[in-house]
C-alpha cells in the first residue's frame, strides 16, 4: 500500500500497490488533472483503471474510495477541528487493522474515518473512544 506524494508516489504506482491513499491534491497531481468539485474527483475516480484500491481523503469533507470497481463516499459529521495532525496515518492504519479483523470494507471505512476525525478534536494526536464512537454513529457511507 502506498501514502505518499509527489515523485516518490508516481515512481510507486510502478509498483501496482494493493491500496493507493492520498489527499485530493496528491490525486490530481498524480492524474495530472483538475477538478473543481468533489463531484469531479470522484468522476475521475470511477473512470481510473490505475489500480484496483484507491482511496482519496478530503480532510473536513471525508473520503471517497474505490475497492474492487465499487466506488464509495463517506461523508463525516461537522466538527471543530483543532489539528489534522496525523489523521492520514491514523486513518490508514485503523482501515488495515479492520481488514485484517476480516470487517466489511464498509465498516472499515467508516471505523477508519471515525479515527481520524477524532483524531481532529485534539491539539496533538490522540483518540477519545467517546468521540470515535460518536462521530462513527454520524458517518454516512454512500455507494456510488
Known amino acids: ?9 508516481s ?3 510502478e509498483a501496482n500497490p494493493w ?7 496528491e490525486y490530481l497531481e498524480l492524474k495530472d488533472k483538475t477538478a473543481d468539485t468533489t463531484e469531479g474527483i470522484i468522476t475521475l475516480l470511477k473512470n481510473d483503471t490505475t489500480l484496483k484500491n484507491i482511496i482519496i481523503t478530503l480532510g473536513g469533507d471525508g473520503s471517497i ?4 470497481g465499487k466506488c464509495y463516499r463517506i461523508t463525516l459529521p461537522k466538527i471543530t477541528a483543532k489539528n489534522a495532525t496525523a489523521s492520514g ?6 482501515l488495515l487493522e479492520a481488514l485484517q479483523s476480516n470487517k466489511e ?3 472499515a471505512l467508516i471505523e477508519a474515518s471515525s479515527f481520524a476525525a477524532s ?6 494526536p490522540h483518540i477519545d473512544m467517546n468521540d470515535v464512537n460518536e462521530i462513527k454513529e454520524q458517518i454516512t457511507l454512500e455507494e456510488l
Open 1 to 9: 500500500m502506498i501514502d505518499s506524494s509527489g515523485e516518490t508516489l
Open 11 to 13: 515512481k510507486s504506482i
Open 19 to 25: 491500496l493507493l491513499k492520498v489527499n485530493e491534491s
Open 65 to 68: 474510495a474505490k475497492i474492487h
Open 89 to 94: 496515518d491514523i486513518f490508514l492504519g485503523k
Open 105 to 107: 470494507i464498509k465498516t
Open 119 to 124: 483524531n481532529c478534536l485534539y491539539w496533538y
